[in-house]
T-cell receptor
Framework: DTGVSQDPRHKITKRGQNVTFRCDPI?????LYWYRQTLGQGPEFLTY????????KSRLLSDRFSAERPKGSFSTLEIQRTEQGDSAMYLC?????????????FGPGTRLTVL | AQSVTQPDIHITVSEGASLELRCNYS??????LFWYVQSPGQGLQLLLK??????LVQGIKGFEAEFKRSQSSFNLRKPSVHWSDAAEYFC????????????FGKGTRLSVIA
């Protein structure tokens, strides 16, 4: 069990560019979550998956954001036409199953800076 | 919809002193409650969780929390703080279990002085 990993850890981009982040969950974890954390705030839910199915998207997730989990393993989060307001820490978490009293385990996050 | 309030933005305690971080939640049904800790440059680490049963739950690193339904609170405590406890602490609530999106409070930053 190597934990949840995220890549890259830091990304600096110019406004208007597209960026893509990757999350590798703990092996065999069925659920995968994306959260966003801005300075001085707690994490805010963006979207989550059960295997490859996207179960829910937050209203925070504008049309410029898209997430995938094509084979039910790793996930990508893409932001198109980035804006300065997208600057934040993007956190990924995974949990073992869709049942019972499981816990979400978080990765170290990807810090995005939009210039 | 769920919500979480952490009234204290920043708390400073002396090393060896006791600690209590406050958390109030709003949710109509039985909540699933969590405390996470975040150190600089690190991800969120689970300290403890409450799902049901005994309202006093023990966690890692000597932390405990008490669920009080009548007060809609889930306060985190530690009897003796260590300098390494300096970090950001987040309380979170889940609707059905640990497997649904969590709603987090804004966090409390803990500073520890000698």
């Amino acid at each position: 069990d190597t934990g949840v990993s995220q890549d890259p850890r830091h990304k600096i981009t110019k406004r208007g560019q597209n960026v893509t982040f990757r999350c590798d969950p703990i092996s065999e974890h069925n659920r995968l979550y994306w959260y966003r954390q801005t300075l001085g705030q707690g994490p805010e839910f963006l979207t989550y998956f059960q295997n490859e199915a996207q179960l829910e998207k937050s209203r925070l997730l504008s049309d410029r954001f898209s997430a995938e989990r094509p084979k039910g393993s790793f996930s990508t989060l893409e932001i198109q036409r980035t804006e300065q307001g997208d600057s934040a820490m993007y956190l990924c978490a995974s949990s073992p199953s869709g049942f019972g009293t499981d816990t979400q385990y978080f990765g170290p996050g990807t810090r995005l800076t939009v210039l | 919809a769920q919500s979480v309030t952490q009234p204290d933005i920043h708390i400073t305690v002396s090393e060896g002193a006791s600690l209590e971080l406050r958390c109030n939640y709003s949710y109509g049904a039985t909540p699933y409650l969590f405390w996470y800790v975040q150190s600089p440059g690190q991800g969120l680490q689970l300290l403890l969780k409450y799902f049901s049963g005994d309202t006093l739950v023990q966690g890692i690193k000597g932390f405990e929390a008490e669920f009080k339904r009548s007060q809609s609170s889930f306060n985190l405590r530690k009897p003796s703080v260590h300098w390494s406890d300096a970090a950001e602490y987040f309380c979170a609530v889940g609707a059905d279990s640990g497997n649904t999106p969590l709603v987090f409070g804004k966090g409390t930053r803990l500073s520890v002085i000698a």
